[in-house]
């Protein structure tokens, strides 16, 4: 329901940008943009100049790869509208759009229109799914290796460790060679006497501690921002990337109680035979399942059922 009311203010506005910019459509071109993309909060971020817009506002649509034609082709596609914006013009003609997107976003080649004019850019965001999995209990302590992708005689650098809330940051550890000094609170520096051959490096861990604050298990991402990398004594800003990871932490659970209320009873039973029976769709949580799991066979029957029946008595 949320991405459809989200989806609906946006393709308003898309309606009420299109209308104001009717005169105006081909004013300024759309070259030499820069586009990039945040897989964690799912945003895109287009950037410019725009000379001839000095001081103005610029209009901004991005298309969904399955939209085809031109500028106005948007008033029939407005299904397709990933985003959109009014942006302020700085006096030098500089101008930047963040935007989160409407749903996920696929792999493609999408249309930006900059105040009529198009700009064509392939993006996707990266699926968490696909990243490196770490499995944890409530309170235990991980170290997320610190994996620099495709580089080359690199020697050093300067990173920031983004994390989410249920992981507090203890410190960090060098690889075999490498050493990894804290900055600052999130950034990190790390450096080595001897280059490194090509491919992906690991130069040290990022030390965390797991927590979970409700009822059930929680998924933390992890990633790294290279801010500066060093190769061949050259620094070198931006377009350095860091491998992600994903951190599965899980509750304790006790055997049988599948409503997680510290007890097993009656309860547990009634509950589990609601979501054998698909009992208006019934969904288990993950330590749920674990919880109602308990005759060993990774498979939640029956058996179970009656196994958890025998722990009431």
């Not at 397709?80 to 003609?93: D, E, H, I, N, Y």
């Not at 060679?177 to 001897?194: E, I, P, Y």
Request: aromatic share 8%.
């Amino acid at each position: 329901m949320k991405n459809k009311v989200k989806k609906g203010l946006v393709v308003i506005l898309a309606l009420c940008m299109l209308l104001t910019m009717v005169p105006v459509i081909g004013a300024s071109a759309a070259a030499d943009l820069d586009v990039e993309t945040n897989w964690r909060d799912k945003s895109i971020s287009i950037s410019g100049t725009l000379e001839d817009l000095a001081g103005t506002q610029a209009s901004v649509f991005v298309m969904s790869p399955a939209f085809s034609g031109g500028f106005m082709d948007i008033f029939t596609n407005m299904d397709l509208v990933v985003a959109a914006g009014q942006v302020p013009v700085g006096a030098a003609g500089e101008f930047a759009y963040t935007c989160s997107v409407v749903e996920s976003v696929a792999a493609g080649n999408y249309t930006i229109f900059v105040n009529g004019a198009a700009y064509g850019a392939s993006f996707t965001f990266a699926d968490a799914t696909d990243f490196p999995n770490y499995y944890v209990k409530d309170g235990d302590t991980v170290l997320i290796p610190i994996i620099i992708q495709d580089c080359e005689n690199l020697s050093g650098g300067i990173a920031k460790v983004n994390y989410d809330s249920n992981l507090e940051l203890l410190g960090y550890y060098g690889a075999d060679g490498w050493m990894v000094s804290s900055k600052d609170s999130d950034r990190f520096l790390f450096a080595t006497g001897t280059a490194s051959a090509s491919g992906d490096v690991t130069v040290g861990y990022a030390i965390f501690r797991a927590s979970v604050d409700g009822l059930d298990d929680v998924m933390a991402l992890v990633s790294f921002d290279v801010e500066q990398a060093v190769f061949n004594s050259e620094i070198v800003v931006g377009g350095v990337e860091a491998t992600p990871a994903r951190i599965n932490i899980e509750v304790d659970v006790l055997a049988g109680d599948v409503n997680l209320d510290g007890k097993v009873d009656l309860l547990d039973v009634v509950l589990l035979m609601q979501f054998l029976a698909d009992t208006a769709g019934y969904e288990m949580s993950p330590a749920q399942k674990r919880a109602a799991e308990v005759t060993g066979n990774a498979i939640i029957d029956t058996a179970d059922v009656v196994v958890i029946m025998q722990m009431c008595l």
